[in-house]
């Protein structure tokens, strides 16, 4: 895989990967691709960088790791490809969506609608052992995507954070609540989403939050129809 950072970001992220640790993580994940199958592909790695430039972020959605099963993980947390049946998590966050803002529930899993809108949609640790979830955790990539919070904290406009769960709440210390916004909830897992995940209406919590800070809302609807997705 290439490990080079799409532009905007590598102007704010250059110092991080020069850093020792981000050498022993590609090392690490590249021996990992040679000798296991590992999500998502390699070119999908930093996806969601890619989907969404530093200068048009306007919401962090946070997830954690990867999905694990086959064909699953694209790089956007949370996102499957057209065609995908839908993760429980995802079918959640769209039961949530629909009772929120009573946006109709898509017939495909594809969050690249809200990435094009500016909703960087982050997971924490950003490739997974096919099969083992949290396999790739502790390996660096933590760190690196704290860096990327830290960038987005730094930037001139105001950013909503979409902290799901107990592990993205915990970020929550390395954004200036000055400046930005907070959405907390429980994770949309099947584990906890009755525990505080349904009924948070976080979506538009999260447009009343941007609307606030003289920012449009976000367009959270998704084509019902994965042909119509691009």
């Not at 290439?2 to 022993?24: A, G, T």
């Amino acid at each position: 895989m290439s490990w080079e950072l799409p532009e905007s970001w590598s102007r704010v992220l250059d110092q991080e990967c020069c850093q020792p640790y981000f050498e022993q993580l590609r090392r690490f994940v590249d021996a990992q691709r040679q000798r296991h199958q590992v999500f998502p592909a390699a070119e999908d790695t930093f996806r969601a960088l890619e989907w969404t430039s530093y200068d048009r972020v306007r919401v962090v959605l946070l997830g954690q790791d990867p999905y694990h099963d086959q064909g699953q993980a694209h790089g956007l947390c949370f996102s499957v490809p057209p065609g995908v049946r839908l993760p429980p998590s995802l079918a959640n966050i769209f039961r949530e969506l629909h009772d929120d803002l009573g946006c109709e529930v898509p017939g495909h899993g594809c969050l690249t609608a809200w990435a094009r809108q500016g909703v960087l949609l982050l997971n924490t640790v950003l490739t997974v052992r096919s099969h083992q979830p949290h396999s790739h955790r502790g390996q660096g990539w933590e760190r690196f995507t704290d860096a990327v919070i830290r960038a987005v904290n730094r930037a001139p406009k105001p950013v909503v954070f979409m902290l799901w769960g107990g592990p993205a709440r915990k970020k929550a210390a390395l954004i200036d609540v000055d400046r930005h916004a907070i959405v907390q909830t429980a994770h949309p897992s099947p584990l906890s989403a009755r525990r505080g995940f349904f009924g948070s209406k976080p979506f538009s919590a999260a447009n009343r939050a941007l609307q606030e800070r003289g920012q449009p809302p976000i367009d959270w609807r998704l084509a019902p129809d994965v042909r119509s997705v691009k």
